[in-house]
């Protein structure tokens, strides 16, 4: 049925406490590539009994999993990131079929969902405790940092393997097992990242990947006094549900949700280089990234030279199916992508923008949709307010740094922002006045395992990588001992 089906990381099971399982209906659900509209495979479509015992299963597995030397821990996601990354032809392809992306992009995924298993075997044998200086003589005051329990994964469709490894690897490096729940566009990554932690020997019922009814799924993750924490990356709308479901509970949470990244051109940048910039950090995924330039701020006096040179570089980007050599951006996920990003730009060109390339649906068909920029662009319109997660550039004027910053803060979201200056004044000024989790200065891509990635405002709670992504995993306990 699919030209997938040769590959040996392709399942289509799900994996619950080191079994490989259809649905208790035996009911499945389609799975199609975005390219070709083509049914590329089927994955079971559990439920709420299902979940329930993949949270049994690692339940069980935490008794021993937790107890484990911090040592073994390592070794096994050693293992892990070396079978990741030897099988990054196979994993990129399953990728590209499944979500779209251009395959030399989604070798670059891979290297970096790997990237985050390496790191935290590494950190995992780093979960120091504290001796603190005592209050009395005869107790001592001690601080151990220990594993939160079973933690549940979320994970949505435009990174396919890097928002799973960047929540796995350090639940499992601090001693946690994991239900994760990825999405219904592209359960196959998730589950050849399951094959290769089975190869690798992680135990039964450490991770274990259900596929189905997000509602279902999502309710008995959040709703179970058994799951002690949840980690979500997806859109805010979703975010604010699961936390309010993980209420009653009371769970830890890690959420990275939308973002509304401005990318600032001051009159004193390197403009060649800016160009450059704004291109990886717009065009990246085809527009599909949350850290995604959504706003492109340019100062008055470099306004039409910087519109010029994006929209030539812009007009030379290969549209195509991300299995083809050369295609620099591949097709949208689904229709309602395309619909949203020509309503934002019907809105924007309504109210007085010009289009400088792109504009339209591509003559591909399908949901191939033109790279765009858009100039003379203002505040009231739509795109300026709601993350528009397609290839559309929208070029915004202004003419003072204050006006800039009031700008790029004028949006409840505060996940990624960049800008390009050379004046090392005004580098530190902006970066500090800007309200964002992350900072690209004089570059358009940031994201790595060493450094932490999350957001403030309704972009989201808590970091993810660095050396500070395990504490979302570990609690603090105190012990103070007595009678010494
Ligand atoms: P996107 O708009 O990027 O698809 P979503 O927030 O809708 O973002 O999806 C991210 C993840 O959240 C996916 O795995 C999706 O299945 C899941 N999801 C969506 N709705 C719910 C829900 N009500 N409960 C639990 N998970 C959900």
Redo the contacts with the bound molecule.
Sequence with gaps: MSKLSSLELFRQQAYIDGNWLDADSGSSFDVSDPATGEVIGRVPDMGRMETVRAIQAADRAFASWSRKLAKERAALLKRWFELISAATDELALLMTSEQGKPLAEARGEVAYAASFVEWFAEQAKRTNGDILPTTGGDRRLLVMRQPVGVCAA?????FPAAMITRKLAPALAAGCTVVV?????TPFTALALAVLAEQAGIPPGVINVITGD??A???E??GSPTVRKLS????????R??MS?CGPTLKRLSLE?GGNAPFIVFDDADIDAAVEGAMASKYRNAG?T?VCANRILVQSGVYEAFAVKLADAVAKLKVGPGVVEGVNIGPL?DSAAIDKVESHIGDALANGARVMTGGMRHSLGGTFFQPTVLADVTPAMRVAREET?GPVAPLFRFDSEDEAIAMANDTEFGLAAYFYARDVGRIFRVAEALDYGMVGVNTGVMSNEVSPFGGVKQSGIGREGSIYGIDEYLEIKSVCLGGV
Excluded at 181 to 185: C, F, L, N, S, Y
């Design positions: 979320i994970t949505p469709w435009n729940k990825p999405a219904e566009q997000p509602v799924i999502g309710a993750l959040t979500f990356t997806g859109s805010t709308e979703v975010g549900l699961l479901q949700l599909q949350c996920i997660f």
